[in-house]
C-alpha cells in the first residue's frame, strides 16, 4: 500500500518562508513524477508545481513561479517544495501526489496517489 505523509505546514507571516516535505513509502512506482497541488476554502484544488522523474524538469503555476522551488531526493523517495515570500492568497491545504512515469501533468485526476495534506496558513 503506498502512502504519502506530508510535513512542513504551517502558520507563517507574509514574505516568509516554509518548505514542506512528503515521504513516499510502501514501494511507489518504480519511477514517478510529483506534484503539489493546494486547495483553499471554498476553491478547487489547483495545480501548485510540478517535477518529472528523475527530477530534471520542473513545472509551476504562474502564481508561485519565482517564488516556490520543487525539488526531489530519489534515493529517500521524498519531495520537497519550498515556500519563499508566502503570500495571503498561499493560505490552503497543500497536497502532495504521485503518478506513474516520467511526465508530470498538471492535472489532479492524473495521479494516483495522495497524501493527507498539510496546512500552510500565512497572515499579514
Known amino acids: 500500500q503506498v502512502q504519502l505523509v506530508e510535513s512542513g505546514g504551517g502558520l507563517m507571516q507574509a514574505g516568509g518562508s516554509l518548505r514542506l516535505s512528503c515521504a513516499a513509502s510502501?514501494?511507489?512506482?518504480?519511477?514517478?513524477?510529483i506534484g503539489w497541488f493546494r486547495q483553499a476554502p471554498g476553491k478547487e484544488r489547483e495545480f501548485v508545481a510540478a517535477?518529472?522523474?528523475?527530477?530534471?524538469?520542473?513545472y509551476y503555476a504562474d502564481s508561485v513561479k519565482g517564488r516556490f522551488t520543487i525539488s526531489r531526493d530519489n534515493s529517500k523517495s521524498t519531495g520537497s517544495l519550498q515556500m519563499n515570500s508566502l503570500k495571503l492568497e498561499d493560505t490552503a491545504v497543500y497536497y502532495c501526489?504521485?503518478?506513474?512515469?516520467?511526465?508530470?501533468?498538471?492535472?489532479?485526476?492524473?495521479?494516483?496517489?495522495w497524501g493527507q495534506g498539510t496546512q500552510v496558513t500565512v497572515s499579514s
Open positions: 501526489a504521485i503518478r506513474a512515469g516520467r511526465a508530470v501533468s498538471r492535472t489532479a485526476h492524473d495521479y494516483a496517489y
Open positions: 517535477i518529472s522523474w528523475p527530477g530534471d524538469s520542473t
Open positions: 510502501g514501494r511507489p512506482f518504480s519511477i514517478y513524477a
